[in-house]
Every structure is written in structure tokens, then in C-alpha cells.
């Protein structure tokens, strides 16, 4: 199969230079990415596109293929082809029929040609002869240029013909690795996911920062929702999660900080940290998903105050955006579900926080706060590979594991739905629910606990680790399904 992958346009009007790089490297992330579904696949980058040619035939792997492509940043859209070598008018019409002869019976349709290189003929020659034809030969209810049912379309580049089969749209942006770094803070609501999102999507090579405020539960869910993220939109290049423990940060603020400042001081500590962290990895900016108004803290004043705590650019793609904007992305990326689930742990409620914060004012709270504790926290950072972060967690965890199920015990399948539904599991005599992991850590106590739960996953990573958590957290009556 071949796909031709059409690349942003904002890329296609940079100069030749700029253009060059930018499809040079979205070429590079493509092999990059679908490198483990065909080791032989090969991309070639030409002037406003990239081919993409694969001998597999595999339905299911193509499919994969084209998903990957389509959330790749800096492709507009793909184009699945037939490739010939270009003959004469009637010679196209017959290559065009071969492909929609069976779907014009009846139809209104449209025949749009694009042509590049020196021909005998134009691409209205081409889109006259070929439609006049095919809605006879076809038995075509008619032509419209307007408001077509079908449109038949192809691509003619010098001597090559491209019947175009399907169309599948992309994130558009600017490939990654072709402009800077940032880093998120994320914290794995629905704002700093979807601003991460933008982010990548835009081009810029996004890395994960979470400060854990006390909850475990809450850095597992971000640590899934970043990994989901990476490997999602941004698998083409490694970045780092970060995870800062600022449990001793939020109990001095409580202990020295007046309540209503609390907040402000805590985004500051956060701030000061997160420059520091990319200050060392050489990266350009900060980003939060912060959008003005959204909750009462998240003022102009509030905000202007928070960035005076680093020299650093702070950026805030979501600012202006409306709340169920932001939902509304978060479901078309895949990061709501992880959202509406994510155990979040604040430790800083203010019954009053101040919405007019005075930068003389949060300076003299600081004054109070000991910076050693900051100090302490940026020194027991972890840093982790963000393909790595997962088996990472689950290494050291001691759960018992079994390799049969028996009656009696229910298996859940904790695996992300697409994939449980794409390959599901099935025990003959055994009971099995499919419940995934970022929804475990709410249901799971809705659960009858006189029966014994095994969590399952493909890798047996996620299980050990939420069938960790269950455990610390009392569940007694879970184990890991490892079936060997
Ligand atoms: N624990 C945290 N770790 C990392 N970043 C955080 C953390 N808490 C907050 N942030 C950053 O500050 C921003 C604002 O956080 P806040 O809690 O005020 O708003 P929010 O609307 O709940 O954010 P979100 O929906 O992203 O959780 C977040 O979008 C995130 O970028």
C-alpha cells in the first residue's frame, strides 16, 4: 500500500529552506513511528508530502498504520493511493474506473485531479474525459462540482498516477524535533492535558512535570494519562516525566503561609521548581492549563504575581478557552476519561483565596517559608524516560501473581478499551469484566469484597501496579492475572 501523507499547510508557505527541514523531519518521526509495524517500510519526503510504502497487506496493521499517522503532528491529512505509471487520457479513465466503478451506479458525483510536471494535457482535460466517461460507463446518476456524493480523485506528479482511495485527516501542527522544548505541569486534569496536547501538536517537544502533593494515587493517574499522551501524539521522540515530591513543600506552606495566600505561594513553589528542573534539560519554556476566571483563583492579578517567581516564559495555551471547550478536546484526544478519574489530591485549600494577590504581600508570606524544603524536594526529584515510566513503577512491587484462573475469582480486564475491545479476553468458565485502569481506583469500591479480583493487562505492568495500590490502600482480595 501506498499513502501519500499531505503535510500542514502553514508548512507548505515557509521558504524552501524551512519547508525542506520541516518535511525532512517529519519524514524522520514517520519511520520513527510505525518503524515496529514494518522495519521495511519506506518514506520518502518530496515537496509538500511524504510517501509512505508498505509491502504488508495486512488490513489490520495498515489500519494501525494510519491511526499512528493521523495523530502524528504536521500531517494535514493521508491519502490512501493506487500508484501507476501515467499513461494517456483514456488510460487514466480505465485506472480511475478499476477503483470506482462499483461505487458510481446512481451516483452524483465529481472528478477532481491535481497535477504537478509538464503534460500534453491539463487536469480540466483530465476531470472532463474522465467524468463524461465514467458517468456513462458507470451508469452515474449525475455530476456535481458542488455537492458531489462521491468524489473520484487522483493525483497525477510527472510521470506518476495516484488514484486516491480513502482520506484520513490528521491533527495538522509542525512535526516534533523541528522547533523547541517545553515542559508541562501537569497535574492530569482536563486542563493541563489538553494544554499539553496543544502543545505537541503545535510541534514543540513536550516533557511531564508533576508535583506530588501527598497522593499516590494521583501521580500513578498522571504518570498513565502523560504515557497515554506520549505514546499517543508524540512517540516519535523521548521525553522525560518528571515527578517533584512536594508533600514537605505543602506543609510548611500550611504552617507559615496565611490561608488566603496559600495558593499563589504553592503555584510559585511550583514555578520556581519547574524553571530549575528545565534550566538543567535546556528547555525553553513553561507551560500550566491555566485559563482565566476558571476558578477563582486563576486571576490576571493572581496570575501576574505567580509568573514574577521565575524569569522564565510561562506559557498558557488554554487562557482564553471555555471550560467545555476544554472538555470537549479532552474527549476527542482521550484524556477525559483519564480526567473525570484522576484521584486529585490538593494540599492547599483556601476558605478565602485571595483573587488580588500583592506581590509585596505573597514576598513578605515567603519570607516566613524555609527555602531548604524546596531544596529538599528539587533533591529526591525523579526523572524517567517516559517509555520507561510504567515498568519503572512496577519493578519493585511485591504482588502475588497467578497464572490460572479458577471459578469463582473474577478477572478484570483493566486494559484502555480500544485495546480490550480489539482483542478481548475470553476464560472459559471464568467470569470477566472489562473495568479499565483509570476508572479502577473509583469503582473498585463498588465492588462486592467478599470475591477475589485478578487485574489484568497485556504487559502484566499496569495490573501489578493498581493491584499494588488496591492492596495499600486495604483492598485485601486482589491479585494479578499473569497467564503464562
Ligand atoms: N500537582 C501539580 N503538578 C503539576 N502541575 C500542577 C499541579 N497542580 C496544578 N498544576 C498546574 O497548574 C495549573 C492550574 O492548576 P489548578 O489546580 O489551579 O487548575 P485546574 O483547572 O484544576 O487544572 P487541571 O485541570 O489541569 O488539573 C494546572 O493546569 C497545571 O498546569
Request: charged content about 25%; some cysteine.
Amino acid at each position: 500500500m501506498k499513502l501519500i501523507v499531505k503535510v500542514f499547510p502553514e508548512i507548505t508557505i515557509k521558504s524552501p529552506p524551512v519547508r525542506k527541514g520541516f518535511i525532512r523531519q517529519l519524514a524522520k518521526n514517520i519511520r520513527t513511528v510505525l518503524r515496529d509495524l514494518d522495519p521495511e517500510l519506506r518514506v520518502d519526503g518530496v515537496w509538500d508530502n511524504v510517501e509512505v510504502e508498505t509491502a504488508l497487506s495486512d488490513a489490520k496493521t495498515l489500519q494501525q498504520m494510519i491511526e499512528r499517522l493521523r495523530c502524528t503532528p504536521g500531517i494535514a491529512h493521508c491519502l490512501e493511493v493506487h500508484e501507476y505509471p501515467l499513461g494517456d487520457l483514456d488510460d487514466i479513465l480505465a485506472k480511475c474506473k478499476a477503483h470506482y466503478a462499483d461505487r458510481l451506479a446512481g451516483k452524483i458525483f465529481a472528478v477532481r485531479c491535481k497535477r504537478a510536471g509538464k503534460h500534453p494535457f491539463s487536469s480540466m482535460d483530465v476531470e472532463r474525459h474522465v467524468g463524461s466517461e465514467l458517468r456513462i460507463q458507470c451508469g452515474a446518476a449525475g455530476i456535481s462540482l458542488k455537492a458531489p456524493e462521491i468524489e473520484v480523485r487522483m493525483e497525477i506528479r510527472d510521470q506518476r498516477l495516484f488514484v486516491v482511495h480513502a482520506q484520513h485527516d490528521g491533527i495538522g501542527g509542525y512535526p516534533l524535533g523541528a522547533l523547541e522544548q517545553t515542559l508541562v505541569l501537569m497535574s492530569g486534569g482536563f486542563d493541563s492535558t489538553v494544554a499539553a496536547y496543544q502543545m505537541m501538536r503545535r510541534g514543540l517537544m513536550t516533557h511531564f512535570c508533576f508535583f506530588n502533593l501527598g497522593g499516590r494515587a494521583h501521580e500513578l493517574g498522571v504518570m498513565e494519562v502523560a504515557h497515554y499522551l506520549w505514546k499517543k501524539y508524540g512517540s516519535s521522540h523521548r521525553v522525560l516525566f518528571i515527578s517533584v515530591p512536594f508533600e514537605e513543600v505543602v506543609g510548611e506552606i500550611l504552617e507559615k503561609v496565611d490561608n488566603s495566600q496559600m495558593g499563589v505561594v504553592l503555584k510559585r513553589m511550583m514555578l520556581r521548581a519547574s524553571t530549575e528542573i528545565a534550566e538543567r534539560l535546556h528547555i525553553d519554556a513553561l507551560v500550566t492549563g491555566e485559563a482565566i476566571s476558571q476558578v477563582s483563583s486563576q486571576t490576571l492579578p493572581n496570575l501576574s504575581v505567580i509568573d514574577s517567581a521565575t524569569d522564565m516564559l510561562v506559557l498558557r495555551p488554554l487562557i482564553a478557552s471555555h471550560k467545555q471547550d476544554i472538555i470537549d478536546t479532552a474527549f476527542e484526544i482521550g484524556t477525559a476519561e483519564f480526567a473525570k478519574n484522576m484521584p486529585e489530591y490538593c494540599g492547599v485549600i483556601s476558605k478565602n483565596p485571595t483573587t488580588k494577590a500583592k506581590r509585596y504581600r505573597i514576598e513578605h508570606e515567603e519570607k516566613q517559608f524555609d527555602m531548604a524544603v524546596l531544596e529538599r524536594a528539587m533533591a529526591n526529584t525523579r526523572q524517567v524516560a517516559i517509555d520507561r515510566v510504567i515498568d519503572e513503577l512496577g519493578q519493585d512491587l511485591q504482588v502475588e501473581e497467578v497464572i490460572e484462573a479458577s471459578a469463582g475469582q473474577v478477572v478484570l480486564d483493566i486494559r484502555h478499551p480500544d485495546l480490550a475491545e480489539d482483542e478481548p479476553l475470553q476464560l472459559q468458565g471464568i467470569e470477566v469484566h472489562t473495568l479499565p485502569f483509570y476508572a479502577l481506583n473509583n469503582r473498585f469500591k463498588e465492588l462486592d469484597v467478599n470475591r477475589q479480583y485478578l487485574l489484568y493487562c497485556d504487559k502484566g505492568v499496569m495490573s501489578r501496579l493498581h493491584a499494588h495500590h488496591l492492596l495499600s490502600e486495604g483492598h485485601v482480595n486482589v491479585r494479578v492475572y499473569r497467564p503464562s
